[in-house]
């Protein structure tokens, strides 16, 4: 079956170009694809071989890629996912013509379950795949194409390993029989329980003859515990067809049933037989196998019971065809694991013996387990491998290589074999991953004996002698009594965690770690994903927390959505028309943020949006395909939506604390820009945590470590007061410029109709960006517009400077003016004819970043006040790059929670900061609103803008009107940036005026035109009366 992937003799031959490091993956189903993947992105000096053709004691003639046996070769009938990588990975296989996307009908549920009020049938709706010539053969053409394209850094090797030993000089030695051993530096084993493309006997043997270098890890495999069953597989003729109009179902209240699946024909799936028939694979509950599984069990009566609640709960009477079934019913002692390794790592490991086993077992019994599981596998095993030959996992240790183990939680909704896993309660998971493996009996017994399990809720000896089982069972008991004794203790006060620094690193071994507890304040992506990252790799056991992760937010520029007639600080409602005045358009070049983003559009929070490039001489030219996304009811409520949706994920582990009482929000809620409930101070306590207050008194805190992910010079001049913020906000002063941005919304009373969405203006120094916020939101949701248009329109970066800079008060008239007029001429149409009105024209004085940290380090951290600030300004202005900053940040607290000091660049790097456009490659360009991913031939990033703001500029100017942050009380007050009092509809007074003035015709307002003599519609007032702007 390999004989495409090897030659026979360079199977055997060193690469001619030496590696620095070797690694042996015995295994080829799909954590070992994962883990092969991921140590390819992240090392270039390894040499990797895979041995997918493991010696299977049961199934001598076994040939990699096809099954012999329904259960010992176990694969899934379909893909699907709950989180964003994996997903992001099948959309991948299905471009590249692996995978077929199945309906999200095909998996049904029948009965209800308790708990859950559902209905007697009701669909599993989840996007599923079905990978084309089956699941056996998918992780054999993914290996092919991996061996082909890595350039001999990948090579699939034909033969069998017989046994592996380890070596005085460290490493092991792989024997083949006859053929000559060789040498790796470290031994990967993979095995799946949801995708068996190997019996997990052979990994047993070549584990045996490991000993005793493998002893470790064989102890650590012995607490897993599976939820075992009963299994039939049937065939029936004539088939069923659309007798059955699904393909799966999870059965709920009936322990006879608890799986059904129609195994589709498959050419790799030997087993089927006769190949006319239709064959389906049943499973019962681990309760019913408990049961009816004992001494002399009668198979064939347990079988047929199986199969007429079968018939009954489908709804088929298959009297009149004819059943076979295939093989004797099964007793299956280890289908799936009811438990996993403490801290989901992706894999148990050796670090002394250099030998490590990942699988689906360390993370869940599903496609995406495996996945996931040899991801991270792959992830840590590429960081641990040094060029001298050795593995140092740093920070994590013995105990955290190889733990205790976890029962997973009960949960509702699985499917395949993980229905049987997160549907068993542990008293009917009475088997270990030692049945019938003696020398791994011999060492749990070992264990038991040296008191290494008394901590262990897994009480199931059931292989080892019945005096052990009691004995065991009696200490626990013992144990449990004692530990209620005496456990009422004296509050302590707790001692600051001590972060280490840099000097106190280098000169001190081991660096001692510290949970932290940590606050976020941000309202935006920088601030949400630093928070979300955290708090999932204190879930993976790569950061070490005390508590949750406390997020306090408000609203962010990526809330800039305004409804027509109401304030712009009022949550958008269902249906009303809208403007997004801020955020215009997300891309995605970075893997993990396209994920994240992919997952949002699965929710249905977003949508790809189409858009183009639109220049006077070459009109409108698509940009395909689509490169982004906007949200279906506005950005605003895609940020509530993403952030909702994330933080239900990571649960305890993260705490949000809003500006308003209510959240998430509902329609038409207000969010006060200057509510009592938003966190603006922060102060430094004498034994060097932080403490947080709101505008009420309350206090938050303490905390080890405060992060900030925002970037306006006036909050950062307001909040940062603090001597121990000093340094932090003078930095930041120094060097952080932004460029102004004028944005302007416009209803046209009469459709423009244009065969177009949205678009990037070139060759026009008036505009920039046009779009049309009708045609944002999906087929589904509401846009009662009343027949009018709804556009945002934005300038270029140098015209915002100017027009603003020459004429403050009139450049809100003078942009509306510009931007329809300009428009126009582009399209060669008379946009006046269709009555444009002035809702709201906006000049964002720091709109977008225009310079950018003199490191990658992506975020800043001062190790001494233990305080840091991420943003989009450190990596590239946008969304992505925002989000991409706050994970930045995330990772460096962990790595400082486990006792690694923070990289040095992050730590107010020194140097002139650079024009941010430096960072515009590899598939970026930066443009006049903002950096994205994207492609187009006459598409070029923009250059660095002649003027740009300093915080210097910008108290020059808030100060001359005593504004907020700058000597006033306006904007506390309830006024805007402007001073405009906040308490009334854009619809309503001196605005409607405005809007009226600004809905003339052009020979109406001549004086706009011109030198710019205008006049201001609106006054910008100060707390006190009437001030410049």
């Given amino acids: 079956a390999l004989a495409s992937l090897c030659s026979p003799g360079a199977s055997m031959a060193v690469a001619s170009q030496a590696k620095d490091y070797r690694v042996c993956v015995l295994g080829g189903g799909m954590s070992a694809l994962a883990a092969v993947e991921q140590l390819t992105q992240m090392q270039s000096r390894l040499e990797i071989d895979v041995f997918c053709e493991l010696y299977d004691p049961c199934e001598p003639n076994h040939s990699y890629g096809f099954g012999q046996k329904p259960y010992v070769d176990y694969v899934p009938e379909f893909l699907a996912s709950d989180g964003p990588e994996f997903a992001a990975q099948m959309r991948e296989w299905e471009r590249e013509g692996l995978l077929l996307r199945c309906g999200e009908n095909s998996v049904i549920q029948l009965g209800v379950a308790e708990g859950h009020n559902n209905e007697n049938q009701r669909f599993l709706q989840r996007q599923r795949y079905k990978p084309k010539g089956g699941a056996m053969q998918l992780c054999r053409q993914l290996l092919r194409k991996h061996a082909t394209s890595s350039a001999g850094t990948v090579r699939v090797r034909a033969e069998q390993p017989w046994t592996i030993s380890a070596t005085t000089r460290g490493g092991w030695l792989v024997s083949f029989g006859k053929a000559p051993q060789e040498h790796y530096h470290f031994v990967l084993l993979a095995y799946d329980f949801c995708w068996r493309l190997t019996h997990v006997k052979a ?560 060759g026009d120094s008036r505009l920039a960006w046009v779009s049309n916020n009708n045609m944002k939101v999906s087929k589904n949701v509401a846009f009662k517009a009343g027949g009018r248009e709804f556009w945002t329109f934005m300038a270029p970066a140098q015209y915002s400077c100017d027009s603003f800079g020459s004429d403050g008060k009139g450049y809100k008239q003078r942009a509306f003016n510009d931007f329809v007029t300009a428009f126009g001429e582009i399209l060669g149409m008379d946009l006046w004819s269709h009555s444009p009105s002035l809702v709201r024209a906006l000049h964002w004085e720091a709109g977008l970043p225009c310079t950018t940290l003199p490191s990658n380090a992506g975020c800043l951290y001062d190790s001494e006040q233990r305080l840091g600030w991420c943003g989009h300004w450190a990596v590239h202005g946008s969304v992505e790059g925002a989000a991409l900053s706050g994970r930045r940040m995330a990772e460096l607290i962990a790595g400082v929670s486990l006792g690694r000091p923070p990289p040095v660049d992050a730590e107010y790097p020194e140097g002139m900061w650079p024009d941010i456009g430096h960072r515009a490659e590899n598939g970026y360009v930066r443009l006049s609103n903002g950096f994205f991913y994207l492609q187009h031939p006459r598409l070029k990033s923009i250059p660095p803008p002649i003027s740009s703001l300093s915080a210097v500029d910008t108290e020059a100017f808030w100060s001359q009107h005593a504004a907020w942050g700058f000597g006033g009380t306006a904007r506390s007050q309830g006024s805007d940036k402007g001073h405009l009092d906040k308490g009334h509809a854009k619809g309503c007074g001196r605005w409607r005026q405005n809007v009226d003035k600004c809905s003339a015709a052009p020979s109406e307002v001549e004086e706009w035109t011109g030198q710019h003599q205008l006049r201001p519609q609106r006054r910008w007032l100060t707390a006190r009366g009437r001030g410049g702007h």
């Fill in 203 to 762: 990994i047993r043997e070549l584990l045996d003859s490991g000993m005793p270098h493998t002893k470790k890890l064989i102890g650590c495999f012995g607490e897993l515990h599976a939820a075992k069953c009963l299994a039939l597989t049937f065939s029936v003729e004539p088939p069923l067809g659309r007798a059955v109009t699904w393909d799966a179902a999870l059965v709920h209240g009936n322990p006879v049933l608890k799986w059904a699946f129609r195994s589709h024909h498959c050419e790799a799936a030997v087993w089927q037989r006769p190949r006319g028939a239709e064959h389906w694979i049943l499973l019962s509950t681990s309760e019913h196998s408990q049961e009816r599984f004992g001494v002399r069990w009668d198979k064939q009566k347990a079988g047929q019971e199986m199969l007429d609640m079968f018939a009954k709960v489908a709804g088929v009477d298959i009297s009149e065809r004819q059943v076979r079934f295939v093989g004797n019913p099964y007793h299956w002692d280890l289908p799936a694991p009811r438990n996993r390794p403490r801290g989901e790592l992706g894999l148990l490991a050796d670090a002394k013996h250099a030998i490590g086993w990942t699988g689906d077992f360390c993370v869940e019994p599903t496609p995406e387990g495996c996945w996931l599981a040899g991801s991270r596998a792959g992830h840590i095993l590429a960081g641990a491998l040094q060029s001298n030959g050795q593995v140092d996992f740093g920070h994590l240790s013995d105990t955290e290589l190889l733990p205790p183990w976890e029962y997973h939680p009960m949960r509702f909704g699985d499917e395949d074999l993980a229905a049987l896993t997160f549907s068993a309660t542990p008293a009917a998971s009475a088997y270990r991953g030692t049945c019938n493996w003696e020398q791994a009996e011999e060492i749990m017994l070992d264990r038991f004996k040296h008191g290494e399990l008394a901590d262990s809720d897994h009480v199931w000896f059931d292989h080892l002698p019945k005096n052990a089982q009691q004995e065991f069972a009696r200490k626990r008991k013992l144990r449990a009594r004692s530990s209620t004794v005496g456990s009422q203790q004296p509050d302590v006060h707790r001692a600051p965690a001590r972060l280490v620094s840099r000097a106190a690193a280098e000169a001190a071994a081991p660096v001692v770690a510290h949970s932290l507890r940590v606050a976020v304040v941000g309202s935006g992506p920088a601030g949400f994903f630093c928070a979300e990252v955290l708090a999932e790799l204190a879930r993976l056991g790569k950061a070490s927390l005390d508590g949750p992760v406390h997020l306090f937010r408000s609203r962010s520029k990526l809330s800039a959505t305004q409804m027509e007639t109401d304030h712009n600080t009022v949550y958008p409602r269902p249906g009303e028309p809208f403007f997004d005045y801020g955020c215009q358009y997300i891309t995605a070049g970075d893997p993990w943020f396209r994920a994240k983003m992919e997952a949002s559009e699965a929710k249905g929070f977003c949508h790809r949006w189409p858009v183009g490039v639109l220049s006077r001489n070459a009109g409108y030219e698509a940009i395909e395909p689509a490169p982004g996304w906007v949200g279906v009811q506005g950005m605003w409520m895609l940020q509530e939506q993403m952030f909702e949706y994330l933080a239900v994920q990571q649960g305890k582990r993260l705490k949000l604390h809003h500006s308003v009482a209510r959240w998430p929000p509902s329609p038409g809620q207000r969010f006060n820009d200057h509510s009592p409930l938003r966190v603006e101070k922060y102060s430094k306590n004498t034994d060097g945590t932080w403490t947080l207050e709101n505008g009420n008194g309350d206090r938050f805190g303490p905390f080890d470590v405060l992060v900030g992910a925002y970037d306006s010079h006036t909050h950062t001049n307001v909040q940062l007061q603090d001597p121990a913020t000093r340094r932090m906000r003078e930095y930041l002063h120094a060097n952080l410029r932004h460029s102004p941005v004028i944005t302007a919304m416009v209803i046209f009373q009469r459709p423009l109709a244009l065969p177009f969405n949205a678009a990037y203006v070139i």
